[in-house]
């Protein structure tokens, strides 16, 4: 049933509503608002097996309706002065909640205007509740209404009217029996008395339309009490409006909202896992390329160590002969140096020359001449390779002369 033109002239699957009929209820498909096709009859507890995009038109008895004049034409205060009609006759106060409270304007007169409020029961029966994607609304809205007049035909059992003036619907009951008796006949007297004294429905000569199977002495009550023939008629298929008044009930919305948040979280535990995921791959892609380097680097260092040995053992003889071809690690040419930056009364009492170590021992007239004579040395370009360290001179008694001595090192002369 699904891949016909539908509503927008556009190639989409059928709309489904679901209402109560005469006994059990009832599921129609569209192909248009007005193209109805009953597809079956169903008990009120197969409804959780409807698709899940139906529509779902409650029971006339599961809401309460009340005409009201309000002395504005200003929709905008429409809904505070609905809920202080309300509120003075009580139909606010509930165990289970505030109720939904819905409304349609009926006719406008000068600067005040009718329309029918809609009180919805805030204690529905589970089997009405369906967790469905589907919209909801009440199933006099679902039938085709006469221009004025009354309107009356059965739902799940119970009899239900329908009240209309201007094409509109102005009121709506349901009565706890599903026969007109002569007892019904005179309460529907007592409503028309208050239809007109409220001035909703004034008419003094009313049609009144039965809709589908109705008796005769049913028939023959209404005309005794109310002085109308009534007309009997086929109940009419229903329509689907574009839009409906969106009555959800309190439990769907909350369980609706509950699985949203359930959904909104579930996404985020999944972009969260797929965040994780990808952080660990990328650690172990990471590691892997780091390994894959490592082992790279650990081939190349293997192939060149032959190569890195071979110039380990040069080095190691070149190091051996440096005291030879190194000029600074000649004794001659280092005493020569020595020599030369002696200052003046300043000699040498010893010279021991090591390749990695020098020690000289002098005297000179005082200690300045010696930390002198130790500045010459570090500052000689001859000497500049080795190390020098002198330790404080030591003084001669009754003297000024200073006996010092200073040791160098060569950093290159070690020789493994």
Same mark, same amino acid.
């Given at each position: 049933m699904a891949g016909i033109l539908g509503f927008g002239g556009k190639r989409e699957s059928l709309?489904?509503?679901?209402?109560?009929?005469?006994?059990?209820?009832?599921?129609?498909?569209?192909?248009?608002?007005?193209?109805?096709?009953?597809?079956?009859?169903?008990?009120?507890?197969?409804?959780?097996?409807?698709?899940?995009?139906?529509?779902?038109?409650?029971?006339s008895r599961q809401m309460v309706t009340l005409p009201l004049w309000l002395q504005t034409i200003d929709p905008t205060l429409f809904q505070e002065m609905i809920a202080v009609q309300l509120e003075k006759r009580g139909l606010l106060k509930s165990s289970n909640g505030a109720p939904s409270v819905y409304h349609h304007v009926v006719a406008k007169e000068q600067e005040r205007t009718l329309l029918l409020a809609l009180v919805l029961n805030p204690n529905l029966p589970d089997s009405y509740c369906l967790d469905l994607t589907g919209d909801y609304d009440f199933a006099a809205r679902c039938r085709p209404l006469p221009t004025d007049g009354y309107l009356f035909w059965r739902e799940e059992g119970r009899l239900v009217?329908?009240?209309?003036?201007?094409?509109?619907?102005?009121?709506?009951?349901?009565?706890?029996?599903?026969?007109?008796?002569?007892?019904?006949?005179?309460?529907?007297?007592?409503?028309?008395?208050?239809?007109?004294?409220?001035?909703?429905?004034?008419?003094?000569?009313?049609?009144?339309?039965?809709?589908?199977?109705?008796?005769?002495?049913?028939?023959?009550? %209404?005309?005794?009490? +109310?002085?109308?023939?009534?007309? !009997?008629? &086929?109940?009419?298929?229903p329509?689907?409006?574009?839009? *409906?008044?969106?009555?959800?009930?309190?439990?769907?919305?909350?369980?609706?909202?509950?699985?949203?948040?359930?959904?909104?979280?579930?996404?985020?535990?999944?972009?969260l896992l797929w965040i994780y995921l990808l952080v660990i791959l990328g650690v172990l892609g990471q590691f892997g390329w780091l390994t894959y380097q490592a082992s790279t680097l650990r081939k190349q260092v293997q192939s060149q160590a032959a190569s890195v040995k071979r110039l380990m053992d040069i080095s190691d003889h070149w190091k051996a002969l440096q005291p030879a071809v190194d000029s600074t690690f000649y004794p %001659?040419?280092?005493? +020569?140096?020595?020599?030369?930056? !002696?200052? &003046?009364?300043?000699?040498?009492?010893?010279?021991?020359? *090591?390749?990695?170590?020098?020690?000289?021992?002098?005297?000179?007239?005082?200690?300045?001449?010696?930390?002198?004579?130790?500045?010459?040395?570090?500052?000689?370009?001859?000497?500049?390779?080795?190390?020098?360290?002198?330790?404080?001179?030591?003084?001669?008694?009754?003297?000024?002369?200073?006996?010092?001595?200073l040791s160098g090192t060569h950093p290159h002369a070690q020789i493994q």
């Open positions: 709309r489904y509503l679901a209402l109560p009929g005469e006994q059990d209820w009832e599921l129609w498909s569209f192909a248009s608002p007005a193209e109805a096709h009953l597809v079956k009859s169903i008990p009120v507890t197969e409804l959780v097996n409807l698709p899940p995009d139906t529509r779902i038109a409650l029971p009217m329908a009240v209309t003036r201007n094409n509109q619907l102005a009121y709506l009951h349901t009565f706890s029996s599903s026969e007109i008796t002569t007892e019904i006949a005179k309460e529907i007297q007592c409503l028309r008395l208050r239809f007109s004294w409220e001035h909703i429905f004034t008419e003094d000569s009313f049609p009144i339309h039965l809709c589908g199977t109705f008796t005769h002495s049913e028939r023959q009550a %209404l005309q005794e009490v +109310l002085q109308v023939t009534p007309k !009997l008629i &086929p109940l009419p298929n329509l689907f409006r574009e839009t *409906s008044l969106s009555m959800t009930p309190t439990g769907v919305s909350s369980a609706r909202t509950q699985q949203e948040k359930s959904k909104r979280w579930k996404r985020l535990v999944r972009q %001659l040419e280092t005493l +020569l140096s020595c020599v030369n930056q !002696l200052p &003046p009364e300043t000699r040498l009492t010893e010279f021991n020359h *090591s390749p990695d170590n020098i020690v000289i021992q002098g005297e000179a007239q005082n200690a300045g001449i010696a930390n002198n004579f130790h500045s010459n040395i570090k500052s000689d370009p001859n000497l500049k390779k080795w190390t020098w360290t002198m330790p404080e001179p030591r003084i001669f008694p009754n003297t000024n002369k200073a006996q010092f001595q």
